[in-house]
């Protein structure tokens, strides 16, 4: 993946703590959690545009991440704030791509680049949805609107 050096202007933004559960026995945070971070940015930055992820799930879809890929750069360490920055990039096709960049609050170092696809599968049979359902197409039509609401 190539990730942008810097996010658009209408990226979401998300803090997290880095609390002693996040971290190795030296403190660093545990490259596992950010994939956790990545998905509580994504959801938070749907909340803050009114989209609620539940309402996609009871509409019968479900969306499974079918590729992920991480560059860690430098490491955020206990009691850090990590900003994290995410964005959905414009597509053609059924496809959901979320770029992402992990920030140390306090001195903007870039920490991390990430991104996340994934893709809408209806729940019954479990097939992939060649077309999104109309709520989602709305929903995602709002969420990239120029004058959408950041976080």
């Known amino acids: 993946m190539k990730a942008k050096e810097s996010a658009p202007e209408q990226a979401f933004e998300y803090q997290v703590r880095v609390q002693p559960h996040h971290t190795d026995?030296?403190?660093?945070?545990w490259h596992g959690n950010y994939i956790a971070w990545l998905e509580t940015a994504?959801?938070?930055?749907?909340?803050?545009h009114d989209i609620?992820?539940?309402?996609?799930?009871?509409?019968?879809?479900?969306l499974p991440v079918v590729d992920l890929s991480i560059q860690y750069r430098q490491p955020l360490i206990l009691g850090a704030i990590a900003l994290i920055k995410c964005w959905l990039l414009p597509s053609q096709n059924v496809r959901?791509?979320?770029?992402?960049q992990i920030l140390n609050a306090a001195t903007q170092?870039?920490?991390?680049?990430?991104q996340v696809t994934l893709v809408p599968i209806q729940q019954q049979p479990r097939k992939i949805l060649r077309?999104?359902?109309?709520?989602?197409?709305?929903?995602?039509?709002?969420?990239?609107?120029p004058s959408a609401p950041s976080g």
Request: proline share 4%.
């Open 109 to 114: 170092e870039l920490c991390a680049t990430a």
């Open 96 to 100: 959901l791509i979320w770029q992402y």
């Open 42 to 48: 994504r959801v938070e930055c749907l909340r803050s």
């Open 131 to 145: 077309r999104l359902p109309e709520p989602m197409q709305s929903d995602l039509a709002r969420l990239m609107a």
């Open 52 to 62: 609620n992820f539940a309402d996609w799930v009871n509409c019968g879809v479900d």
């Open 25 to 29: 026995y030296g403190g660093v945070v």
